[in-house]
């Protein structure tokens, strides 16, 4: 009978009963119950009241017996740590027992002992092991160093445990070699700074005669710290690759993967003039092949690192298309990752059969598959020109097949198509308006109002397709009202007089009808271009267009060069390098190619910070103002202007007048009004009469996005507070607050002197803060500070210093107006369901934006029943922005 039936028993309280068999004399009955412990132990039963027991049976000969005592210590040492230290003595003495089965069973259990109290009392009996006259004795010891390292670092460094697994480096048998690499590397990488694999051409020689004769598992260690090495010229660089390359044969893929990345790293350091290089990239094809014969599992990870492969260098795998075509009972995930590697390869000379193929797959009934069918025939076409017109045949045979999510997919691709070759093949739009009605998906509905929209000259009927699409507008996705709203400025751009109508009908869907902010704000800028300037509404939306490029998809190119240096591991099968899914720092080095070195990163001498600001362990420092305000109102914006704010010349306009009046000559009729003069606002939130708008560049002063505006009078100052009590500060007490005068902060303090004796030589420095504030002039305080007295500056500021996020934001008074004289932007007004909308702009001082949503009830002149929304990359500043609502409004 077998030792399942240990584990089909449903005895209950049968420790006792264990209890007595492990103290039996009988050295059957005595085994018997320690496979029955271990059988507890294993479905998850406490047996750790049995520990004193089971550890007297360690003085056995048996060594099954002892095996499984071992097993049993391994596991419940940890949560018994003072009785483990009874199975010390024994350990040593099995360290010295003439089996090396035995001495190795000991140091590898010693290892796995995880006890602090224990592993000095093991370093002797691993001392000798590491020279123990038995290479399985010694291999198992290396392994023991690198996990008595993790337990305790400074113990092995002190002990010269490193020194020693450096020399094993050197031993005869490779199986040691192997092991003292893995165990080196290991510990290596959790110190990355430490240089314990001294790799010179002598060890590296040593390695290289090693790999030949250890274990599978053996030579993938040593072919990674191979990989780790950096040759001093070609001539070493070849030489290692003639030595590596038997290792393609080898029948475990993971050494073929290792040793690829070895020659993909060192390829680097060859001529491609020399005969080698190509006999090398000859060679390296039929392994990875092979690689496609197995299971799908491992079709999978290798087409992933082949992906990689082809990226790099596609020359290696060129004209070994046909193992990429897909076989009817390949898993999706395979046959997806095969496509992808199809295009890839696609050229010229093999368009044929690639176009052939994928027209086959088109037919199939997989959807998914189908679709990235379709679109890799359009990716041909962009790639390879000489075969579009044939990609486009082939789309529109399969747009006749009037199979409906085909029909999708490839007016998606052909979209494209038309990009990458303007003016070539717009014949075929007639086909494409044929399928209008069958299209319900919004990519291809989006793909198809583009193609109307750019090419409407030559479609007779572009406004009644359009119109078509406008009568369902709010039903549609956002992607599809943006693609609709440019498509018909377009068309009104081009055909003018027949569209009038049809242009205000989407203006006003757009930005009256719409609480999608991206569409408002995209409906704003074309209404206020084309009532401005409808020349330069022209240019901007009419402009010529960069051509695509199929290459879209390609990794960059120096991630590219650190996945490559992962060949065969996790990272490249997540096309991610190892610090992105790895968890804190262990482990995870970043790796380039032979020629390229990573340039070091110049760390950032900290400064000052405001006083009273809480020292944060590590802050973060605040992403750059691209970061925070992204494609918020989709504006190109620039970083922020270091230096004190730019003096700008201003011209007088109504205030904030978005749309204006250009538009209302254009069309003959008069829009409401969206902005500025036209709104009957509250009259603590309405705008003066005329508002200082500087000019600036471009849409991006639309909203008067431009730093340095100055404050009108009567912006509301924040009350001074005490920011430094007296007792804690030798007897001086500072109140303070920060103002905007005429576009430049200040800090307005009071300081008291609450002490018995004069001060004198005052001087402030500010610590490194979210707002990037530093004093523009020294502290003056001119007469000495006496008793009792009070002073009162005013310190001018600017925001040019170091930003640096501090918790919390302290005083955030880079504010709104009641609201406008407090720099915060009226953007645009609306009435819904009897509320006025307010949309407001404010910038901070370090280049946050933040935009403001404020609902009014109308006949409330208090004020007393608002509600404001914000949006804002940074949301940590959201409850200072509201304050500051509140009290600007309130005072």
């Not at 005595?30 to 004193?52: N, Q, R």
């Not at 009785?83 to 000991?106: G, H, S, W, Y």
């Not at 100055?710 to 804690?728: D, E, F, Q, T």
Request: include cysteine; charged fraction near 25%; charge should be negative.
């Amino acid at each position: 009978m077998t030792d399942s039936k240990y584990f089909t028993t449903t005895k209950k309280g049968e420790i006792f009963e264990l209890k007595a068999e492990l103290n039996s004399d009988k050295k059957e009955k005595k085994k018997e119950a320690v496979k029955k412990v271990i059988a507890s132990m294993t479905v998850g039963k406490d047996v750790s009241a049995l520990f004193p027991d089971v550890v007297n049976c360690m003085q056995t000969d048996n060594l099954e017996l002892k095996k499984l005592v071992y097993l049993y210590l391994m596991n419940y040492a940890k949560s018994q740590p003072d009785m483990a230290i009874m199975a010390v003595n024994t350990f040593v003495k099995d360290c010295e027992d003439p089996n090396p089965l035995i001495r190795a069973l000991a140091v590898r259990t010693m290892g796995c002992i995880r006890v602090d109290k224990i592993t000095e009392y093991l370093c002797e009996p691993l001392r000798k092991c590491l020279k123990d006259e038995d290479p399985y004795v010694r291999k198992t010891a290396a392994v023991c160093v690198a996990k008595l390292h993790d337990i305790n670092a400074q113990l092995v460094e002190d002990q010269g445990f490193l020194d020693t697994l450096k020399d094993l480096i050197s031993d005869s048998n490779p199986m040691v070699v192997a092991n003292a690499v893995a165990a080196l590397s290991e510990i290596a990488e959790s110190h990355p700074s430490s240089d314990l694999l001294d790799l010179n051409p002598q060890s590296i020689n040593k390695l290289l005669t090693a790999l030949n004769e250890c274990t599978e598992w053996g030579q993938i260690f040593i072919l990674d710290c191979l990989a780790n090495y950096t040759p001093k010229d070609d001539r070493e660089a070849q030489s290692i690759c003639e030595r590596v390359t038997p290792r393609l044969s080898h029948a475990n893929s993971a050494v073929v993967l290792s040793a690829v990345k070895v020659l993909m790293k060192f390829m680097e350091m060859l001529s491609k003039d020399l005969d080698y290089y190509g006999t090398l990239l000859k060679k390296l094809a039929p392994p990875l092949v092979t690689l496609l014969s197995a299971e799908p599992e491992l079709q999978y990870v290798a087409l992933r690192n082949i992906n990689l492969i082809v990226q790099k260098r596609p020359e290696i795998l060129k004209h070994e298309m046909k193992v990429f075509f897909v076989k009817y009972n390949d898993p999706i995930y395979v046959k997806l990752e095969k496509l992808d590697i199809m295009i890839r390869l696609a050229s010229q000379a093999n368009i044929a059969q690639v176009l052939a193929e994928l027209k086959e797959y088109a037919t199939e009934v997989d959807v998914d598959f189908v679709r990235k069918a379709v679109r890799a025939i359009g990716r041909c076409a962009i790639k390879v020109e000489q075969s579009a017109e044939r990609c486009v045949s082939t789309l529109l045979d399969l747009i006749q097949t009037k199979v409906n999510y085909v029909v999708q997919e490839a007016i998606v691709v052909i979209k494209d198509i038309f990009r990458k070759y303007p003016n070539k093949y717009e014949s075929v739009i007639a086909t494409l308006c044929e399928n209008l009605d069958s299209l319900d998906e919004p990519e291809a509905r989006a793909a198809m109002i583009w193609i109307v929209g750019e090419y409407a000259e030559r479609i007779d009927n572009a406004d009644e397709l359009l119109e078509s699409f406008l009568e369902g507008f709010h039903d549609e996705s956002t992607q599809v009202q943006l693609q609709l709203l440019t498509a018909i400025v377009k068309l009104f751009l081009k055909k003018p007089t027949e569209t009038q109508e049809l242009v205000q009908q989407v203006l006003s869907l757009a930005t009256q009808d719409s609480d999608n902010p991206d569409l408002r704000d995209r409906g704003y800028i074309y209404w206020r271009l084309l009532s401005t300037d409808p020349v330069a509404a022209k240019e901007v939306v009419l402009a010529e267009k960069p051509l695509i490029s199929e290459e879209t998809d390609l990794i960059e190119p120096t991630l590219l060069d650190e996945l490559i240096c992962y060949i065969g591991t996790l990272a490249s099968v997540y096309h991610k390098p190892p610090s992105a899914f790895v968890e804190g720092g262990r482990g995870v080095v970043h790796k380039s190619l032979p020629p390229r070195t990573a340039s070091s990163e110049s760390t950032e001498s900290p400064e000052t910070a405001p006083a009273g600001a809480p020292p944060g362990e590590q802050p973060d420092v605040i992403p750059t103002q691209g970061d925070l305000l992204g494609d918020l109102l989709n504006l190109d914006l620039g970083p922020p202007v270091s230096g004190p704010p730019l003096a700008t010349s201003s011209v007088q306009m109504g205030a904030v007048d978005l749309l204006g009046g250009g538009l209302d000559s254009l069309m003959g009729d008069e829009p409401e009004g969206i902005g500025g003069t036209n709104f009957a606002a509250p009259p603590t939130a309405a705008a003066p009469a005329s508002l200082g708008a500087p000019i600036g560049s471009g849409l991006s002063d639309l909203f008067d996005l431009t730093s340095g505006v100055g404050s009108l009078s009567g912006s509301y100052v924040a009350p001074k507070a005490v920011w430094l009590p007296a007792m804690k500060a030798k007897g001086l007490e500072i109140s303070g607050t920060f103002t905007r005068q005429v576009g430049a902060i200040s800090m307005d303090l009071q300081l008291t002197n609450k002490a018995l004796q004069v001060m004198t030589d005052f001087a402030i420095q500010f610590n490194r803060n979210s707002f990037g504030l530093a004093p523009a002039a020294p502290l003056q305080v001119h007469a000495p500070l006496s008793p009792n007295q009070t002073v009162e500056i005013s310190l001018p500021l600017n925001t040019v210093g170091s930003v640096m996020k501090m918790e919390p934001l302290n005083n955030l008074q880079a504010v709104s107006s009641r609201l406008q004289s407090s720099n915060v932007f009226t953007i645009a007004k609306r009435n819904v369901e009897a509320q006025d909308m307010l949309y407001q702009s404010l910038r901070l001082t370090n280049g946050i934006w933040v935009l403001a949503e404020l609902r009014i009830q109308p006949g409330n002149p208090n004020l007393t029943d608002l509600e404001l929304s914000l949006k804002c990359r940074a949301p940590e500043v959201s409850q200072h922005v509201y304050q500051a609502y509140e009290t600007i409004l309130k005072n």
